[in-house]
């Protein structure tokens, strides 16, 4: 059925939330440390569980493949709820601070992907 | 008639988002294969098409929440929302290869670690520039720069003003956008092709909005990877900014 996908999602997804808050409360911090981050460990490892058992049929699969597929639609969402005047009102200091920081992380990003084709496995690699 | 119509979308605010937001991709799509001649992915141009309608809802509404604040668009607020969007996030973890994540888990980890630092020293540099020289509004200001929930979580742990949390979060809004907008682009650049690359992505990058949506412009794929790691990112960040780096921030400006 396909609800038996869903409720999986949902409960990693929830489980995953409970996890990160907890540990957030732990560190004495208010907000959620990777509580999503957990989720889709656990979700990881819960599709290998099922799958090695011969419980996860393509029905079942369909219920967490379509939010998975919703995923772009979302963001688009996102985008459009998105703070925009706010953002640019920030003036120039905000500007130049969010410029700069892109910046040098696509340029650290850039180096540490480029030292990546030294290694034993193939870039082409199909995912 | 038209009274009709709003009420209609008021009260199936989720339904009417889902029509909204497929039209928009529909529209991005045609743009991508015709005008573009498919060199542009159809998502990179949905998502700057999203931004625009929320720079247009924002003037309109005067609210915060962009398009969303508009009556009749109220349900792009729920889609685009922060549940809806870790649920979707979380749905992409299936197709991730338990191998990749683990083999690049400590690269993501490092790149994590490396993506909060940095953008916090560019941040309190830039704001030194601009002539503060306060420990709390430095640090705030910094930690903006990681993303915009650290920044406001930082200054109201360390008692910032009001104008500065602001700015801090203008500084993380605008950061996020920028990668969204920027990553298809810079793609090639950051030799983006691998799940590997792309947790090197998420952890540098930062904010979950801007990795997810700028992965999402420039291959689905990779997706789950980037998002895996930058998860942590603002837990990170509101976890070291108002301890670790304040103090750092304190002892440098006393001297």
Sequence with gaps: MIIYGTALLALCHMLGIICGESLGRALGMKTNVGGVGIAMLLLVGMRAWLHGRGRLCPTTEGGVNYWGAIYIPVVVAMAMSQNVISALRGGPMAIIAAVVTVLACGLCISLINRAEKVGSQPADKPL | MWEIIEKAAKDNGLVAAFAVVGLVMLASGFISRKLTLGRVQGSAIAILIGLALAWVGGKVSGGTKGLADVALFSGIGLLGGTMLRDFAIVATAFEVHPGEARRSGWIGFFALMLGTVLPFLVGVCVARAFGYTDAVSLTTLGAGAVTYIVG??????????????????????????????????????????????????????????????????????????GALV????TGIGCLLCPSLFFIAVKAIVRQ
């Design chain 2, 152 to 225: 406001p979580v930082t200054g109201t742990a360390i008692g910032a003003s009001s104008e500065v949390i602001a700015l801090s979060i203008a500084t993380g809004v605008l950061k996020a956008i920028l990668v969204m907008v920027s990553t298809p682009a810079a793609a090639e650049f950051m030799r983006l092709k691998t799940p590997r690359s792309a947790m090197v992505f998420g952890g540098l990058a930062g904010t979950v909005s801007g990795v997810t949506a700028g992965l999402a412009a420039t291959d689905r794929k990779l997706v789950p990877y």
């Design chain 2, 230 to 233: 930058a998860t942590f990112h």
